[in-house]
């Protein structure tokens, strides 16, 4: 998994291993901070063997250096999908996406902010952005990055990073049912002051 204090991907992924550990959608401060849910990220964590040495992108090393940088890992759908012809070059066995039960989701929002600090042609400026974002062909050039369209009139078809890679287990749909909320602040900081405690300096 990504450093979590070089990618958010790294940091996310401690939440949806808290999910895992707790069965539930929703994580508090009071969970990440319990001695026994700590005993077992750490626990898992320690499969990494050495977080400075990998880059804020690794599936990226995992492409350049195979097996020797890790056996598999919890990593962002896209980094995968964009990199897997090179994954495959250097794994002896073909490696195989599989998605966990508790997902978290980068929804990538685009924020319009109003307020004193911005005039009405700003607003309107952000507004015509936001819908040249969302357009077909703009939301087909994310989905070529193996990112999934916002836009519903862009469809995951065969010829998409999607479909290339099925045998490997990507998947068109994936069920939203056991999406992770996202935590709060707080709880998201106590995450990165623990792996900072215990892990950073292995």
């Known amino acids: 998994m990504p450093n979590p204090n070089k990618n958010a991907a790294g940091l996310l992924a401690m939440v949806a291993a808290a999910g895992e550990y707790y069965d539930k959608t929703s994580i508090t401060t009071e969970d990440v901070t319990n001695p026994k849910f700590q005993v077992w990220l750490k626990e898992l964590m320690g499969a990494v063997t050495d977080f400075s040495s990998l880059s804020s992108y690794t599936v ?22 964009v990199n897997m012809g090179g994954i495959q070059t250097r794994w002896a066995d073909p490696l195989v996406i599989v998605y966990p039960k ?14 004193p600090e911005t005039s009405a042609t700003e607003k309107n400026a952000a507004l015509l952005f936001e819908k040249f974002l969302l357009t ?32 490997q287990g990507a998947l068109v749909i994936v069920p939203r049912t056991t999406r992770m909320r996202s935590p709060d602040r707080d709880t998201l900081r106590a995450l990165l002051r623990w792996f900072d405690l215990n892990v950073k300096g292995r």
């Open 60 to 81: 990226e090393d995992l492409a350049l250096f195979g097996y020797s940088v890790g056996d598999g890992g919890q990593l962002l759908e896209s980094d995968l999908l």
């Open 102 to 115: 508790y997902l978290t989701w980068f929804d990538f929002p685009f924020t319009i902010w109003m307020g």
């Open 136 to 167: 077909a062909p703009i939301q087909s050039a994310a989905a070529a990055r193996g990112l999934r369209p916002a836009n519903t009139e862009v469809a995951l078809g065969s010829d998409s990073l999607f479909g290339k890679w099925k045998d």
